[in-house]
């Protein structure tokens, strides 16, 4: 097989790659590990900046998110047992956010990819990448077509490493070539997805003594609540009880708010951590989304910084087949860079100022209740969590 780019990895950084190279004529082939079913299915991400909402529609592909998607034009910071809105409508130009779950976005790129009959591959195994030092790289990889196993050949003019953080792309840089800038945090998060009508109309962040709690949703028939827990929590000993008793206790407020309690239908621990490496690219290699770096959840950045990569490498890439340039490419990680690292302070800073921390004193905590106060208070400090949150403008 041939094509012009080889993307690895069908999450949202390689679905939105590949819609945008359609749309300027450029040819790929898409090679994903697992199966369509499990990938729809996947229960991750549910916010959706402005930027990523405005893509969706001006690729074809907005039509289930308008109908579905719930608008957010707010978020509440609860601390001290009471809430203070932050309104990203006055405060961040007009713009707001969407809820819409990520396995939604998949399922309605995943369809437009397969009604434009472009080529995709479920169910790679063994994916090796090569040459990617030359002009002329390749991907093999065997797949699970019916009655046949045999190694396949993709030859490409560039490979877009799409594949996640514990995907094959990073780790075909030669060593030494990365630089890896990391933090762990020593705490996850609990999810849960419950069959109860959201108790708030807007997200809730909270901070609490016995560690930070999140109140979002999917639907008005489905909750999504975090809990802050141990990096390993051990969920057999979260019974459903346990769980609603402690976002009660973490949620609660002194006005009487109530939090309706549901069937809880998903579970789920994530670990927290802060990732990049440098440079996002190598040879005919450019890596995007997680693959490249790793946001912790709490300010709802990962996938849409995985939009704002490929929506970067889509234009060199576009610049490089209309006229032959390279100058764009040669820039890809630079300028995706200044974003990253924009968003990963953004991503820390929400982090520590709503969690506890095992090694937190009566300082650190006062400071916390300080700053929350501040930012709930001057016009400055919640204009710049609201112009963060919604999503900083593209380059
Ligand atoms: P992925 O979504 O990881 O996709 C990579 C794809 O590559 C996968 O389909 C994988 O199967 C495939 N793959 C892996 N290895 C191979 C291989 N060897 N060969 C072929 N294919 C391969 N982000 C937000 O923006 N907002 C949120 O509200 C938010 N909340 C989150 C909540 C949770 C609980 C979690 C876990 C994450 C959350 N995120 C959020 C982060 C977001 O889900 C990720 O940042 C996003 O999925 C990154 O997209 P990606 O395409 O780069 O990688
Ligand atoms: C959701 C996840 C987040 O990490 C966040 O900050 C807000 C919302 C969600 O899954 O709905």
Partial sequence: MRTQIAIIGAGPAGLFLSLLLDRLGIQSVILELHTRQYIEGRVRAGLLEH????LMHELGVGDRLKRQGLEHGGIELRFNNRGHRIDFRELASGKCVTIYAQHEVI??????????????????????LHAIDSTSPYVTFQHNAPGQKSTERLDCDFIAGCDGFHGVSRTSIPQGVLTTYERDYPFGWLGILAQAPPSSHELIYA??????ALLSMRSPQVSRLYLQCAPDENLALWPDDRIWHELQKRLATHDGWKLTEGPIIQ???????SFVVEPMQYGRLCLAG?????????????????VADVRVLAVALGAYYSTGTTDLLAQYSATCLRRVWKVQRFSWWMTQLLHRFPDDNPFD????LAELDYVTTSRAASQTLAENYVGLPLP
Avoid: Y
């Fill in 365 to 368: 905590h006062r400071r916390q």
């Fill in 207 to 212: 901070h609490h003594d016995r560690g930070f």
């Fill in 290 to 306: 997680d693959s490249a770096h790793i946001v912790p959840p709490t300010g709802a950045k990962g996938l849409n910084l995985a």
């Fill in 107 to 128: 399922k309605d790129l995943v369809a437009a990819r397969l009604a434009a009959n472009k080529p995709m591959l479920f169910e790679t195994a063994n994916l090796q």
């Fill in 51 to 54: 930027n990523t909402v405005q």
């Fill in 267 to 273: 579970k789920g621990v994530t670990g927290m951590r």
